[in-house]
């Protein structure tokens, strides 16, 4: 298995309701390293930006506006198999449907407001990291 860095970001909701230091012990708990940590309120462009490739889809706007209402949390994790395991981590993206134990079972709400964002392949995690963070940033 390779070493993979991925990004990972709390998002407002699990920020605002209190639960940023509980999925950061969630990580560490299982083993994954942080190299990077920022806490940032993403301006409507930045948002627009990152969700680029969904800029087609009904819930584009909302997902926007959801994005944006609040600081966030960007990381990126490093790790054997880092992108997946991640994947695994967060669950399903409907909070309602995600398997029990899972970072959006336990503090996301629905479909929108998930609690994460994790990039899904090698290709997004490489722009995805490089969106958030520049390679002075990274402690590793
Ligand atoms: P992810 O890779 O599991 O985050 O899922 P997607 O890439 O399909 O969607 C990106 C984000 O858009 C999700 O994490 C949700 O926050 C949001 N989202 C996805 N589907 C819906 C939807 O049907 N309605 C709304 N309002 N938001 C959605």
Partial sequence: ?????TLSIIKPDAVASGHTGDIVARFEKNGVK??????LKMSR???????AVHRTRPFFNDLVAFMTSG??????????????????LMGATDSK???PGT???DFGTDVE??????????????????YFFTA???NA
């Avoid at 298995?1 to 860095?5: D, F, S, V, Y």
């Avoid at 942080?34 to 806490?39: D, E, F, L, P, V």
Wanted: overall charge negative.
């Fill in 103 to 105: 970072i959006r079972a």
């Fill in 113 to 130: 407001k998930n609690a994460v964002h994790g990039s899904d392949s090698p290709e997004t995690a490489a722009v995805e990291t490089a």
């Fill in 45 to 51: 462009s930045q948002a627009e930006g990152f969700y």
């Fill in 136 to 138: 002075c940033e990274l």
């Fill in 1 to 5: 298995m390779a070493l993979e860095r």
């Fill in 71 to 88: 600081p966030v949390v960007a990381m990126i994790l490093e790790g054997e198999n880092m992108i997946l395991k991640n994947r695994d």
């Fill in 97 to 99: 449907k995600a398997a």
């Fill in 34 to 39: 942080i190299i990077a940590m920022r806490m």
